[in-house]
């Protein structure tokens, strides 16, 4: 079946200007995860949905960063006022219903560059 | 301390030798382990799971896990130069939440 899917797959901004980063994950799946990788580096918790809610919104860096999830589905995250040091790759992971294995299966990610 | 430690590597092994890869975690709660092959310029593929301590064995791949040592290694046998890459250990509550993960090791499989 399809797998997790991300657009745009690059994302060129200037600095100031807002963005929005789609994730839409594996049918079925209830969780939804978005991470992001700078270069050379490990993957960096954002955000987790379950369903529509966010029980953990820990690792979102600033007020700057937000992100929904709607109709249990589609999430995009939203970078206001990007930074320079927001240029990453984002990545976003979904995994099955409760009471199943929580592996989380990745899309192919979004790089964002922020001149 | 970082929660999820990993050696960055590289590791270079000759063409079909074992390559032993090892991450240590902080978290004693942790309950489940994850590796992942990330090749350059593409997103995380899920290589093994594990939950309980031993070894879990998926064709030339084997996780072992030491929860006493907060230990988790993937073996990859007979290696060959498609296996390099960045493989990243993970670890997770057990339940539908984060993944921790580590910097990753960087493989280099040679001929």
């Known amino acids: 079946g399809a797998g997790v899917s991300q657009s745009p797959s690059n994302k060129v901004t200037e600095k100031g200007k807002d963005v929005e980063l789609r994730c839409d994950p594996i049918?079925?799946?209830?969780?939804l995860y978005w991470y992001r990788q700078s270069l050379g580096q490990g993957l960096e918790f954002l955000i987790y949905?379950?369903?529509?809610?966010?029980?953990?919104k820990s690792g979102l860096p600033s007020d700057r960063f937000s992100a929904e999830r709607t109709g249990g589905s589609v999430s995009t995250l939203t970078i206001q006022r990007t930074q320079q040091e927001d240029s990453a790759v984002y990545l976003c992971?979904?995994?099955?219903?409760?009471?199943?294995?929580?592996?989380?299966?990745f899309g192919p990610g979004t790089r964002l560059l922020v001149l | 301390q970082k929660e999820v430690e990993q050696n960055s590597g590289p590791l270079s092994v000759p063409e079909g030798a074992i390559a032993s890869l090892n991450c240590t975690y902080s978290?004693?709660?942790?309950?489940?382990f994850f590796w992942y092959r990330q090749y350059s310029g593409k997103s995380p593929e899920l290589i093994m799971s594990?939950?309980?301590?031993g070894d879990k064995e998926d064709g030339r791949f084997t996780a072992q896990l030491n929860k006493a040592s907060q230990y988790v290694s993937l073996l990859i046998r007979d290696s060959q130069p498609s296996d390099s890459a960045t493989y990243l250990c993970?670890?997770?509550?057990?339940?539908?939440?984060?993944?921790?993960f580590g910097t990753g090791t960087r493989l280099q499989v040679t001929l």
């Open positions: 992971a979904s995994s099955p219903p409760a009471g199943q294995q929580e592996t989380q299966y």
């Open positions: 049918s079925g799946h209830t969780a």
């Open positions: 949905f379950q369903g529509n809610s966010a029980p953990d």
């Open positions: 978290d004693r709660g942790s309950q489940s």
């Open positions: 594990i939950y309980s301590n």
């Open positions: 993970a670890v997770g509550s057990g339940t539908a939440s984060k993944l921790t």
